[in-house]
Each structure stands twice: as structure tokens, then as C-alpha cells.
């Protein structure tokens, strides 16, 4: 069993950069990837960046590509959300997830306003 806690989340003017940190509370070796997921309101849960624990493999789609970096301290049991040029779309409830077991954490609101 497998519990994050997101934080970083806040309030950011477009252009500006945030950190987000999610610890586990057991070890991340045990999972095979741990990935950052948003979701606005009215939308769908969306994909924002996933890493592997083998391999340190990541993925990112288009809309992320080049501003969000995905890394992880294994003995911190953390995974971070580096986010730079931050934009209004990027507005969100930020969130952890680890398979296999499909752990969530509780997320962290993320808005981009002027």
C-alpha cells in the first residue's frame, strides 16, 4: 500500500514557475512508475508527465513538452513537478498516481492568473 501527499501547489502569474512535491509514504521502488496528472474543472483527468522506477524513462505529452520536468529522490520517496512558462491552461487540481495499484493522492490546486 502506497500513499502520496502532494504540495507546492499556489497561485503564479503566467510565465512564472512552480515546484510541486509528492511523497510516498511507502518505498516508490515498488511501483512501476509514478506519474502527475491534472484536471480542470469540467474536464477529464489528464496525463501531465510519468517516470519509471527501472529506468528513470519519462513522458510528457505536447502540451507540456519543454516547460514541465519530471524528476524523483528515491531516498526521499519524492517525485517532483518542476513547472516553468506556466500559462492560464495550466490551471488544475494536480495530482500523484502510481501503478500498479492505481494510488492517487489527494492533489494540490495549481492556478496561472494575472
Known amino acids: 500500500q502506497v500513499q502520496f501527499v502532494e504540495s507546492g501547489g499556489g497561485v503564479v502569474q503566467p510565465g512564472g514557475s512552480l515546484r510541486l512535491s509528492c511523497v510516498a509514504s511507502?518505498?516508490?521502488?515498488?511501483?512501476?512508475?509514478v506519474g502527475w496528472y491534472r484536471q480542470a474543472p469540467g474536464m477529464q483527468r489528464e496525463l501531465v508527465a510519468h517516470?519509471?522506477?527501472?529506468?528513470?524513462?519519462?513522458i510528457y505529452p505536447d502540451s507540456v513538452k519543454g516547460r514541465f520536468t519530471i524528476s524523483r529522490d528515491d531516498a526521499k520517496n519524492t517525485v517532483y513537478l518542476q513547472m516553468n512558462n506556466l500559462k492560464p491552461e495550466d490551471t488544475a487540481v494536480y495530482y500523484c498516481?502510481?501503478?500498479?495499484?492505481?494510488?492517487w493522492g489527494q492533489g494540490t490546486q495549481v492556478t496561472v492568473s494575472s
Open positions: 498516481h502510481g501503478i500498479p495499484g492505481n494510488y
Open positions: 511507502g518505498s516508490m521502488n515498488s511501483l512501476y512508475a
Open positions: 517516470i519509471t522506477s527501472r529506468d528513470d524513462t519519462t
